[in-house]
Every structure is written in structure tokens, then in C-alpha cells.
């Protein structure tokens, strides 16, 4: 009796191939998962760069259509609310006769973090741009980091309003 060649793949053949197959997946895969957590860094940084800079223009541009007519802009400040991964921008007004409130209107800016990403106050949690000189009111420099898994990015504001990035 003769026996036939059959033409295929054995069932171990298979099965390493498969194997190979599962593992090149796994490791795509995590790959991904890593590549999307540095984007949402990046997006977060960027974002909170953005809203910092619109609120030290603001202030510069001495921007003052949230206040009253009676009242004067003293200063915009940008804030990281704690626990909810957003930051927000008030414009701080005064009528000169009693102490500049926080005004809170339609136009104040508010964001979010990307998923994942969260604040970390170096030194403090709030910046408070003066108004017409950019520069902080506090008279010291301002520092935070945005963080996720994939790692960390530093904002330093000089006690001049200059932002640095990375330590640049």
C-alpha cells in the first residue's frame, strides 16, 4: 500500500505559528497603549501651556471686559482645580473701594487634563499674572508638572512671567 502525500501543515506547525503570532500581538499592542498615554502627555502640556500663556496675554493686554464699568483688572490667574485633572482662568477685578474678588463669568476659561494625566504643584497651585506688566504678583517664580505613566513635563513661570519649558 502506498501512502499519498498530503500537502498542509502539521498541527505543531500550526500551532507555533499561532503562538508567534499571539506574542506579536501582545507586544503591538503595548506598544500602542504607550504611544497613546505619551500623546495624552503631550496634549496635556500643550493644552495647560496654551491656557497659561492666554491668561499672561490677558493680563499683559490688560483684557477687561469681564469687569464692570466701575471696575479696574488687576490681575488674571490660572489655577489647577484640585482632584478633577482641570484648570481654570479668572480675571481678578476691583471697584477700588473694597478688596479684588475673583470674578467668575461667561468668559473665564475652563479645561481638562487628558484621561490620565494629572498636576503636580512644585510650588503652588495657583499663578496670578499682574495686570499691564505680565509678570507674577507674587514675586516668586511658579513651577508645576503634568504627569501620567509615560512621564512627566515641567513648567517653570519666572517671578518676570517668562515661561519656561522643560527647564529651557
Given at each position: 500500500?502506498?501512502?499519498s502525500?498530503?500537502?498542509?501543515?502539521?498541527?505543531i506547525?500550526?500551532?507555533?505559528?499561532?503562538t508567534?503570532?499571539?506574542?506579536?500581538?501582545?507586544?503591538?499592542?503595548?506598544a500602542?497603549?504607550?504611544i497613546?498615554?505619551?500623546?495624552?502627555?503631550?496634549?496635556?502640556y500643550?493644552?495647560a501651556?496654551?491656557?497659561?500663556t492666554?491668561?499672561?496675554?490677558?493680563?499683559f493686554?490688560?483684557?477687561?471686559?469681564?469687569?464692570?464699568?466701575?471696575?479696574v483688572?488687576?490681575?488674571y490667574?490660572?489655577?489647577f482645580?484640585?482632584?478633577?485633572g482641570?484648570?481654570?482662568?479668572?480675571?481678578?477685578c476691583s471697584?477700588?473701594?473694597?478688596?479684588?474678588?475673583?470674578t467668575s463669568?461667561?468668559?473665564?476659561?475652563?479645561?481638562t487634563?487628558?484621561?490620565?494625566?494629572?498636576?503636580?504643584?512644585?510650588s503652588?497651585?495657583?499663578?496670578e499674572?499682574?495686570?499691564?506688566?505680565?509678570?507674577?504678583?507674587?514675586?516668586?517664580s511658579?513651577?508645576?508638572?503634568?504627569e501620567?505613566s509615560?512621564?512627566?513635563?515641567?513648567?517653570?513661570i519666572?517671578?518676570f512671567?517668562?515661561?519656561?519649558?522643560?527647564g529651557?
Open positions: 500500500m502506498k501512502l502525500n498530503s500537502q498542509g501543515f502539521t498541527l506547525e500550526l500551532l507555533v505559528v499561532m508567534i503570532m499571539g506574542l506579536m500581538m501582545g507586544v503591538g499592542m503595548m500602542y497603549g504607550r497613546q498615554e505619551d500623546q495624552n502627555l503631550k496634549k496635556s500643550k493644552d501651556l496654551i491656557a497659561l492666554e491668561a499672561q496675554q490677558n493680563a493686554l490688560g483684557k477687561k471686559d469681564i469687569c464692570t464699568a466701575d471696575e483688572l488687576v490681575s490667574i490660572f489655577s482645580v484640585d482632584g478633577t482641570g484648570y481654570q482662568i479668572n480675571a481678578i471697584d477700588g473701594k473694597t478688596p479684588p474678588t475673583i463669568s461667561p468668559t473665564t476659561k475652563t479645561g487634563l487628558s484621561k490620565g494625566t494629572i498636576f503636580k504643584a512644585i503652588g497651585t495657583t499663578v499674572f499682574e495686570s499691564v506688566t505680565r509678570e507674577l504678583t507674587s514675586g516668586t511658579f513651577t508645576f508638572s503634568i501620567n509615560s512621564g512627566a513635563r515641567v513648567v517653570e519666572t517671578q512671567g517668562d515661561i519656561r519649558e522643560d529651557k
